[in-house]
């Protein structure tokens, strides 16, 4: 019997700052959304996984590196290889592409500023969990909020990316921020499962802050949970 | 055993703080053709052994230290002081 309301967990690291509007935001669009704390070495029953965005660690070495080496990814890890719903955003993405659950890296914005304002993206994936409120090619307005959001892969892993349907999310064309390579603004690992972007769809579920875009993608990934079996990562 | 790891901008990745940088040197009056800004760390590793160390630094490097997508790195080994 689906899972009406599913449980979503949602990590905090020291430096998470988007960790309470990711929790708000799910709740708004039909989550139970719990907190995880980024020293628990297990996860409770959930039916996927958020990491949000923010400044984990301080930003310390490289945006993520640190994080992944926290107790509770080990958890995320197994959670995510046994085929969990993972989304990263901003500093998410980076810790997933740090962690290797995502292909590719985050280099700092090639203007070197920190952008904070809406982006418009167009859907890239007709395949994505994440994305199944929207239709390949439609326009989504959803805020971004960094400095090191330019997502870089060589040439042969776009390419792959490519042929394997892995690029999820793309910024519209003449609108990209901050040097992406082919204007990527989101990927999913290989089985789907997993998906990173550096756009925030929890600053975007209420019309009240300018675009509601970011609920299609909360309340897809929401849609996908209700419908996947709870799995439980020993500790 | 004292190692200093440099790690910087891979070859052929666009670097734009090492742009800004020469930029301004060259606002400066300087003639520099390239300029990559990278990281130090200088660890202080558990081993009087050369090699070992040179091993240790290498393998924290490909763990944490530096992305190898993104960077390359250089492991220098410093006599103890």
Redesign the interface.
């Known amino acids: 019997m689906p899972n009406s309301r599913p449980r979503i967990g949602v990590l905090t690291f020291p430096g998470s700052n988007d960790d309470t509007d990711a929790l708000l935001a799910l709740d708004r669009v039909g989550a139970e959304a719990v907190s995880v704390w980024h020293q628990d070495e297990a996860l409770p029953e959930l039916a996927g996984v958020l990491v949000p965005g923010g400044l984990s660690y301080g930003d310390y070495?490289?945006c993520g590196?640190?994080a992944r080496?926290a107790p509770v990814m080990e958890a995320v890890t197994q959670f995510a290889e046994s085929g969990g719903l993972v989304l990263g955003i901003c500093n998410g993405f980076q810790i997933l592409c740090?962690s290797g659950l995502l292909p590719?890296?985050l280099?700092?914005?090639?203007?070197?500023r920190f952008i904070c304002r809406d982006s418009t993206l167009v859907v890239a994936t007709s395949s994505s969990p994440f994305l199944s409120r929207c239709a390949p090619g439609d326009p989504l307005i959803i805020p971004i909020k960094h400095g090191e959001g330019?997502y870089?892969?060589?040439p042969e892993l776009v390419d792959e990316l490519e042929r394997h349907d892995q690029i999820a999310l793309r910024y519209a064309a003449g609108a990209n921020p901050n040097?992406s390579i082919g204007d990527i603004a989101g990927v999913s690992n290989r089985a789907g499962n997993v998906m990173g972007l550096m756009p925030h769809p929890e600053h975007a579920v209420n019309p009240l802050t300018g675009s509601a875009d970011g609920a299609l993608v909360l309340g897809s990934f929401v849609d996908a949970a209700r419908s996947s079996t709870l799995l439980k990562v020993p500790a | 055993m004292r190692v200093r790891v440099l790690v910087s901008p891979k070859q052929g990745i666009l670097d734009p703080q090492g742009i800004a940088v020469r930029g301004s040197l060259e606002q400066l009056g300087f003639s520099v053709s390239d300029v990559r800004v990278g990281r130090l760390v200088d660890l202080d590793i558990d081993t009087s052994d050369e090699s070992q160390a040179r091993q240790m630094a290498e393998a924290m490097c490909d763990k944490l230290l530096a992305n190898s997508l993104i960077e390359s790195y250089e492991v220098q080994v410093r006599e103890d002081a």
């Open positions: 070495l490289r590196a640190i080496v740090e590719g890296a280099r700092r914005n090639d203007s070197l330019a870089f892969a060589p040097g």
